[in-house]
Nanobody, 116 residues
Framework: QVQLVESGGGLVQPGGSLRLSCAAS?????MGWYRQAPAKEREKVAL???????SYADSVKGRFTVSRDNAKNTVYLQMNSLKPEDTAVYYC?????????????WGQGTQVTVSS
Protein backbone atom coordinates (compact mmCIF):
# COMPACT_ATOMS: atom_id res chain seq x y z
CA GLN A 1 0.00 0.00 0.00
CA VAL A 2 1.39 3.40 -1.00
CA GLN A 3 0.25 6.55 0.75
CA LEU A 4 0.41 9.93 -0.95
CA VAL A 5 0.49 13.31 0.74
CA GLU A 6 -0.03 16.45 -1.33
CA SER A 7 0.80 20.06 -0.58
CA GLY A 8 0.94 23.41 -2.35
CA GLY A 9 -2.60 24.20 -3.44
CA GLY A 10 -4.23 27.59 -2.97
CA LEU A 11 -5.66 30.69 -4.60
CA VAL A 12 -3.82 32.38 -7.45
CA GLN A 13 -4.69 35.06 -9.97
CA PRO A 14 -5.01 34.28 -13.70
CA GLY A 15 -1.59 34.23 -15.29
CA GLY A 16 0.06 33.30 -12.01
CA SER A 17 2.03 30.25 -10.97
CA LEU A 18 1.70 27.55 -8.36
CA ARG A 19 3.72 24.47 -7.46
CA LEU A 20 2.25 21.26 -6.10
CA SER A 21 4.22 18.56 -4.31
CA CYS A 22 3.36 14.99 -3.45
CA ALA A 23 5.39 12.62 -1.30
CA ALA A 24 4.87 8.87 -1.55
CA SER A 25 5.44 6.49 1.38
CA UNK A 26 7.51 4.20 -0.83
CA UNK A 27 9.11 3.82 -4.22
CA UNK A 28 6.71 3.43 -7.14
CA UNK A 29 7.29 3.67 -10.88
CA UNK A 30 4.63 6.09 -12.08
CA MET A 31 3.43 9.20 -10.29
CA GLY A 32 1.60 12.31 -11.29
CA TRP A 33 -1.57 14.34 -11.14
CA TYR A 34 -5.23 14.15 -12.03
CA ARG A 35 -7.78 16.87 -11.41
CA GLN A 36 -11.52 17.23 -11.02
CA ALA A 37 -13.42 20.47 -11.56
CA PRO A 38 -16.96 21.00 -10.26
CA ALA A 39 -19.53 19.02 -12.26
CA LYS A 40 -16.81 17.48 -14.43
CA GLU A 41 -15.14 14.09 -14.56
CA ARG A 42 -11.65 13.52 -13.30
CA GLU A 43 -9.01 14.01 -15.98
CA LYS A 44 -5.33 13.32 -16.34
CA VAL A 45 -3.08 16.34 -15.96
CA ALA A 46 0.50 15.08 -16.05
CA LEU A 47 2.31 11.83 -15.28
CA UNK A 48 5.95 10.79 -15.00
CA UNK A 49 7.81 7.53 -14.37
CA UNK A 50 11.14 6.86 -12.68
CA UNK A 51 12.86 6.91 -16.05
CA UNK A 52 11.63 10.44 -16.75
CA UNK A 53 9.04 9.63 -19.41
CA UNK A 54 6.07 11.97 -19.21
CA SER A 55 2.48 12.23 -20.37
CA TYR A 56 0.50 15.48 -20.40
CA ALA A 57 -3.05 16.50 -21.10
CA ASP A 58 -3.24 18.68 -24.22
CA SER A 59 -4.84 21.47 -22.21
CA VAL A 60 -1.74 21.95 -20.03
CA LYS A 61 1.10 21.33 -22.49
CA GLY A 62 3.52 24.22 -22.52
CA ARG A 63 2.18 25.60 -19.23
CA PHE A 64 2.60 22.79 -16.70
CA THR A 65 5.73 20.76 -15.97
CA VAL A 66 5.80 17.51 -14.03
CA SER A 67 9.04 16.39 -12.39
CA ARG A 68 10.14 14.04 -9.66
CA ASP A 69 12.89 13.32 -7.18
CA ASN A 70 13.24 9.55 -7.15
CA ALA A 71 15.43 9.58 -4.05
CA LYS A 72 12.66 11.33 -2.12
CA ASN A 73 9.73 9.50 -3.79
CA THR A 74 8.30 12.93 -4.51
CA VAL A 75 6.58 14.32 -7.59
CA TYR A 76 6.05 18.00 -8.40
CA LEU A 77 3.74 19.92 -10.67
CA GLN A 78 4.88 23.39 -11.70
CA MET A 79 1.87 25.27 -13.05
CA ASN A 80 2.46 28.50 -14.97
CA SER A 81 0.15 30.81 -16.91
CA LEU A 82 -2.77 29.54 -14.89
CA LYS A 83 -6.29 30.03 -16.23
CA PRO A 84 -9.66 30.05 -14.45
CA GLU A 85 -10.44 26.75 -16.16
CA ASP A 86 -7.53 25.18 -14.27
CA THR A 87 -9.58 25.55 -11.09
CA ALA A 88 -10.08 22.06 -9.66
CA VAL A 89 -9.14 19.65 -6.92
CA TYR A 90 -5.78 18.20 -7.89
CA TYR A 91 -5.06 14.62 -6.88
CA CYS A 92 -1.68 12.99 -6.67
CA UNK A 93 -1.70 9.50 -8.19
CA UNK A 94 0.69 6.56 -8.31
CA UNK A 95 0.85 3.21 -10.05
CA UNK A 96 3.28 0.66 -11.36
CA UNK A 97 2.67 1.60 -15.00
CA UNK A 98 2.80 5.08 -16.57
CA UNK A 99 -0.02 4.39 -19.03
CA UNK A 100 -2.29 2.57 -16.59
CA UNK A 101 -5.98 3.20 -17.33
CA UNK A 102 -6.82 3.23 -13.65
CA UNK A 103 -4.22 4.48 -11.23
CA UNK A 104 -4.16 2.40 -8.06
CA UNK A 105 -3.20 4.98 -5.46
CA TRP A 106 -4.71 8.42 -4.86
CA GLY A 107 -3.97 11.25 -2.48
CA GLN A 108 -6.61 13.19 -0.61
CA GLY A 109 -6.58 16.08 -3.08
CA THR A 110 -5.60 19.74 -2.86
CA GLN A 111 -7.70 22.66 -4.07
CA VAL A 112 -6.35 24.98 -6.74
CA THR A 113 -8.43 28.08 -7.44
CA VAL A 114 -7.56 30.51 -10.22
CA SER A 115 -9.51 33.70 -9.83
CA SER A 116 -9.06 37.46 -9.75
Amino acid sequence: QVQLVESGGGLVQPGGSLRLSCAASGSINAMGWYRQAPAKEREKVALINTGGSTSYADSVKGRFTVSRDNAKNTVYLQMNSLKPEDTAVYYCVADGYLYSRSYAYWGQGTQVTVSS
